[in-house]
């Protein structure tokens, strides 16, 4: 799957007017600046951002752009999926039954990849603004369980090599 540069920008930009607020609007143009992205593609994401309720304006001297809820609250499905990206990993186009391939049909690994994509909205439905700013993302996605399975595998993979090897 991969995240198109919507997504990631708005992230990008959330954790910026985040870390940047302390209570005041915060101008666009500071955050363009600040995380190196156009301004006028910002000002395109934040009228969805704005619609899909993660941030509010402020118009005026000294306006600008607030969190709509505290960082704790704003889920990053909930903004990615604020500026029209999809959370999927499948070529099929969301909710239509026909399938990616040439006759329509759905190929042998779609429910695998429809899957990664589930578990791809379910992890990020877990992870908050506030995780993101206080960096407390990394392990979160079951780093531990990938290594005790790995180890378990390994010791499987010896323990059928061993059993072989005294059968012979």
């Known amino acids: 799957m991969k995240l198109s540069t919507k997504g990631r920008y708005a992230v990008m930009a959330l954790a910026d007017l985040a870390c940047e607020s302390k209570g ?34 402020v118009r005026g001297p000294g306006g600008g752009y607030l969190l709509a809820r505290p960082a704790s609250q704003i889920r990053i499905a909930d903004i990615i999926l604020a500026v029209d990206e999809p959370i999927k990993a499948t070529l099929c186009k969301p909710g239509s039954s026909a399938g990616c391939r040439t ?58 090599s061993d059993t072989r090897q005294a059968a012979e």
């Open 24 to 57: 005041q609007p915060v101008a666009l143009a500071d955050i363009a600046g600040r995380q190196e992205i156009s301004l006028s593609y910002l000002e395109q994401l934040f009228g969805k951002l704005r619609k899909g309720d993660q941030v509010r304006s």
């Open 103 to 160: 006759d329509r049909s759905r190929c042998v690994t779609h429910d695998l990849w429809e899957e990664l994509g589930n578990q791809i909205y379910l992890f990020l439905s877990t992870i908050s603004l506030e995780d993101v700013i206080e960096k407390r993302v990394l392990g979160r996605s079951g780093q531990n369980f990938i290594m005790e399975h790995a180890a378990r595998l390994n010791a499987e993979q010896k323990a059928h």
